[in-house]
């Protein structure tokens, strides 16, 4: 159990994915404008990292593996991925039409997006088990979500900065991220993947 | 002139503006010059106690942020409010944070980063989100770790122990253990007293906790800082490391947590602005700080632990709001 | 596009088999390219890690795999084992070191690699460098011990990566024990 | 002939994947902390993106939109996995290096926005320029920022001293908050450079009149 | 300890330059200027013409309006104009101008002698709509809407605000001083009007000869009593008020009578008492005029109408060049553009302020120092709403920052370090809301 | 069986499984989004300055496509070019607009207009305005603190150092923003071929207007009995141009000479009268005619 909570921050905090892998930086530039939505977006990247995460584990180890089709893995995974969000949004948006405001039209920016991919292709690589591969992808999605969210907090607060106007958006946004990372080098050598 | 004629003085300039029409005689520069003041004692100490280096890299720091500060107001047509003390402040908080023996060309890169990157970029003073100081220490650290990591010996310290560098008090720890480092001062009573008094390695302002916590409680007097911070930071930590079974002293008089606590957890621009706020950040602060220094890569971990407190500080403004009239009954 | 759709018959079928299409020719690329590369990438891997282990055992000639032992070695010179070429694995300051250590027979170490690691660029990846590395030649698993102050016998630690120094003292100590307890094994 | 040079042209400057649209952020800091990696990077990203957009303009009037993006995808990934298998076989260090941002390349942004804006209603040759030009556009901006960050961080370029010993590399620069910092730096530079542009035009068209 | 409220300031009183000079009764001016409108509410309409010969407490503009306040001649004399003139609240306002005819003479019937304790409540209601009661404190909100409130709110709570805890006004403290008796007796009419039967008077303890006096002439009337309050800015708002003395908040967005208390000001049921038993209507103020640049500051007991340059040359004129003329206090006053403007209902005291007293400084940014936020009597985060006024986003404050809130009291802006101006924000936030809303 | 073939094998079956899925669930599920609100909106400026009267660009988009009777051209910031596309775009029939530029109808430079008394505080007109209706003697003219300034979503408005706002013609898209932000409604939008323009908003009586600015309308009439087309209107003791007739039938504006406090002066986009920047800009014109 010990393992996995360890496995756990370490994924989420440490080895942070926006922080120091750099993955899902579309995402967590272009959400973090606003608070809520990075809430959403962040519930919507956890569960999908989940789920889908889950289904390319089995599809690894149950069909590709046996079969020695690693060469497949890829597009595998992807087609699988973007089906599925796909499936997952039409129907959200038809049959729980509030979910859907409050998370699911976050959905189709996740269909194609390394931090969903990221994580299935690394479980496949190191060859995780199952229980490995669930808590690094639920770590992974909380560890996205709370940079996510720190990140919106801080640029909602420069919103009424007198940033210079050469730096407003992305430009102050990358040095924000930049000194988020930085501080959170104050966790590192603490837990390790 | 009749008094009759005075009622007559040219009066169709009168100023008009919104009430109310007195203020109080604070300002941003008191302030900021205040705690400049605060924390002179402890800087001259650093001199006294690591010689010239400390003094060439106390000048570099200051005044790099001062001229950094000036160029870039210059160039964006703000007003020139150079005067205010703020980048002094920045400047002289900076080289509190470092090693004496930092080679010049290293305090002077953090103090134009902390100033132009961590201050400018999000709009000069008020608007930035981090401590521009500590994101100065951070960005040496990440740059020269080796060097950031050198600690020359203080000045009773030579001739007591072999070559000119040793480590801090909490690298030792870290790295050797407790008996270790008791042996290292001698006996534990004489440890507690070379770390109150500063005489041990470390950064140039952190080590002498006497001359920190007298300029700290000139602050508090003054109402420039509000005690709940440092108290509280200092207690966390203290309260923490006993529970984890560390010396709670040692852990409170070391590192930089005394300078942090009452000099940079109190950088109003960069923590939550209600005192509920204040206390939560204090404690998230002295929380992280035990976290690194038990469980992380650094011996110390009071500048990373005020950081990612800084980050959190938003977050932490949105959550805790002042409870408003009307609310309480 | 959005003219086209209305060209378009939308019939369940026509769309799925679309995209039935689009795999099989995929699926036809890929699998050709495989049958090219594939055997090319095997023996470029074969090569590659034959030339990892001569580089560090110069005198061997030949490699052997050993039974029971995955990722062992045995580097052979005139058909006599001259050294173990075994996989190395330590905890560093930000994650596994992976390294492939080379043992005499006489259990000594002769040289070391790092395969892949995570430690800080400028300060913990110093390990990979000849400097640290040549510390280590010939010693036994006693003398390696991370030391502060130098000395022949034991290993010095990097400046401000004594955690990286510690983790792959430790590691190669290890893999020396093991090779050690191996050979006292087979001469039993 | 114009034509045909702005529409490579545009990816380089105008629209510049990096800097201007701000997509594949993630490659552009992963693998810039030396020039390298970030030329393999952008290399290959240029291969997939400009194959892929032959693809899809060779195929666009069969792709039935009700499935347009799976089958982009599935094209994107078959082409990113020949590459990846090629390079196994003959490049095997870029390989090692690059494997995770490799299969990544399958996801990136522009790669799928091109096919979607420009492949997709181009015919084949056009598409192609479209795909070097943004390729191009690309990879420089890899390079770019690889540059400054290896020279800083590193005091190398391609592995090779340029300062001399005596420099002493800021470290930050090739990890996570320094490249974070300088790209930030440098979208800002971008922007004031087109600021004072858009001046000089004002000031000339102000002239003119 | 005295009671109090969580947050305010603690300004230099400056209330020794006038605590101890005594009420002086100012001489009939020349000329009065007598502004249609002197109270928050409808403007009246005149009903006097130029050439018209009128007597002093004649009714010179009538109320129109449920929420108004009719209008009395000042003093006898001439009307010699009707036009606009400069107006301390409004600006510019259509004004009655008076010359005396130096008798003073009062309209007939008037003053007349009657017992309040045999009238009715709601003739006496009628008596302070008609003699032109407002709130003297500086609200001008009319009295009689104030004590007539809707049936399902009862009041069981009367609060003579006899804080005076603006700097420098000590108006009230010396009617209390000098005229106690009167003010017992207003407080009982007004009591009697609402029907309630606990009276507080709530005086801060810088003001302890008024405290003594309060006490002594309120011995033997047991529903009355005299609370001592801390001396603290912003003591006498109504909502802090409120809360101190009934321990209850007014809710947000309500008024006092929601909670069921009327509050009213020393200077008012003093105007209420003279009108029930003599029938006067408030024709004349006690105003402070005081201030850095003022000769000899003094209490005046002035007629409505009066300009504020004629109030100054009273106190010997300026010994400089003022900065500012303040109508009011230095924390809730308006400052006037011109000395020209009349004094009003409201008018309850001339600053002129020296450069010295401003203290003014050029705006600076933020620095989040929570000062604001500390000071502020209604626990708002004053500097946020500063913030976002300054980038236009005017319903943000208003959503999710309380901007409504705010009683505009100045706290957060005296003690600001960055010399914010704080409250003016507030207002152009409110200003903007209100423009918004009537858009939609 | 070889790898090559397996390839094929599961790859294929992957295509067919997802492209039945996809192609069933998205006639099960679908909700159609009309396609060409996204296209209409590509091709909108983006400015969300609200000029056509809804919530941004998207609602317009969204409107103009789904209802037939909102009309394609009112999107005044993309002026012609946007409400040609938009009307092809829909199939609706574009009236051309007329361009149409902001002005300021005030000349009160500092030197000019008085004032009243030192205005400290808020630099923002409205903020102004809420005390005694702002520093300037004349409670018409323009306050020159700049909120329409800030409020340009086109950056087309810069303060001029005479304290009057200067509107960039090149980027002034006539969206209105400027005339609904300002508290003295001294800005109007005006059609960018008028000839003459009145740069005065005073409704005070002559005396008045005179004595507080002395650039004013003074409401003299002269200008409206000298006109001989009849263009100007006295309302208010201000004269009221009509732009229209002057464009279309006067050729020597007789007005111009007859104005006693030049209120009226020749309409030129881009100038304020009495600044540096006309200055500046009639030096530019007179060098670039040599």
Known sequence: MEEYLKLFVASAITNNMVLTQFLGLCIFFGVSKNLNASIGMGMAVTSVMTISTLLAWAVYNYVLHPLGLEVLMLITFVVLIAGLVQLLEMVIKKHAPALYNMWGIYLVLIATNCVVIAVPITNAESHNGFMTSFVLAIGSGVGFALALILMASLREKLQYADVPKSLEGLGISFILAGMLALSFFGFSGMITL | MSIEAKTKIEIDNLMVSASPHIRCDESISKIMWSVNAALAPAALFSIFNFGMPAFVNLVICIVAAVVTEYLILKWQNKPMVIGDGSAFLTGLLLAMNIPATLPWYMPLTGSIFAIAVAKHTMGGLGFNIFNPALIGRAFILASWPIAMTTWPISRDMVGKVDGLTSATPLGILKLQGYEKLVASFGDQATMYKSLFLGERAGSMGETSAILLLLGGIYLIYKGYIKWQVPIVMIGTVGALTAAFGGDPLLHMMSGGLILGAFYMATDMVTIPITTKGQIIFAIGAGALTVLIRLQGGYPEGVCYAILLMNCVTPLIDRLVRPVKYGARR | ?188 | MKNLWDIFYKGLFDQNPIFRLALSLCPALAVTSNVYNALAMGLSVMFVITANNVVVSIFRKWVNPKVRVPVYITSIATIVTVLILTLQAYLPDIYKELYLYLNLIVVFAIILARAEVFAAKNPVFLSFLDGLGMGAGFAGAMVFIAIVRELLGNGTLMGIQVFGASYDPALIMILPPGGFIIIGLMIASFNLIGQHQDKLKAAKQGSDA | MAKSFRGGVHPDDRKRYTASKPIEIAPIPEKVIIPVRQHIGAPCSPIVKVGDLIKKGQVIAEAQAFVSSPIHASTSGKVVELAEYPHPVFGACMSVVIESDGQDEWVEGLPLQRDWKTLEAAEIKEIIRQTGMVGMGGATFPTHVKMAPPAEKPIHTFILNAAECEPFLTADHRVMLEQSERIVTGMQIAMKVLGVSKGYIGIEENKPDAIAVMNKACTGIAEIEVVPLQTKYPQGAEKTLIGVICGTDVPSGGLPMDVGVVVQNVGTVVAIADAVEKGIPLIERVTTVTGGAIAQPKNLLLRIGTTFAQAVALCGGFTEVPVKVIMGGPMMGMAQRTLDVPIIKGTSGILALSEADVNIGPERPCIRCGRCVEACPMGLVPSMLSILAERNAYSVAKEEYDLLDCVECGSCVYVCPAKRNIVHYIKLSKAQNAAMAAKK | MSTPILILIVLTSLGVFFGFLLAYSNKKFSIEVNPLIHIVEDVLPKGQCGACGYAGCMAYAEAVVLNPDVAPNLCSPGKDAVAKLVAELTGKAAAPMEPQIAQVQCAGTHDKAKRSYAYTGVEDCVAANLLFGGPKSCKYGCLGLGTCVKSCPFDAMSMSPEGLPIIDPEKCTSCGKCVSVCPKQVISLMPVGARVRVNCNSKDKGAVAKKACSVACIGCSLCMRQCPYEAIKMVNNLAIVDAKICEEKCSDAVCLSKCPTKAIRPFVTGIVPGTENEASTALACASCAK
């Open chain 3, 1 to 188: 596009m959005a003219h086209d759709a209305h060209e378009q018959n939308d019939s369940v079928f026509k769309v799925g088999i679309n995209l039935t299409l689009a795999c099989l020719l995929s699926s036809a690329v890929i699998a050709g390219t495989y049958a090219v590369t594939a055997p090319i990438a095997a023996k470029t891997r074969i090569q590659l890690d034959n030339q990892a282990r001569k580089a560090l055992v110069a005198d061997a000639q030949d490699f052997k795999a050993i039974e029971g032992k995955t990722g062992w070695y045995a580097a052979l010179k005139d058909g006599k084992v001259i050294a173990y070429v075994v996989p190395a694995e330590s905890k560093g300051y930000a994650g596994a070191i992976k390294m492939l250590a080379a043992v005499s027979v006489d259990g000594k170490i002769i040289d070391y690699a790092i395969l892949s690691h995570k430690e800080t660029p400028g300060l913990g990846d110093k390990a990979e460098k000849p400097a640290f590395r040549k510390q280590f030649a010939g010693k036994a698993a006693e003398n390696l011990e991370v030391v502060k102050v130098p000395s022949d016998k034991n290993i010095q630690a990097l400046t401000g990566a004594t955690i990286t120094s510690r983790a792959v003292t430790k590691g190669i100590k290890e893999a020396v024990e093991e090779v050690s307890a191996f050979t006292a094994d087979k001469k039993k």
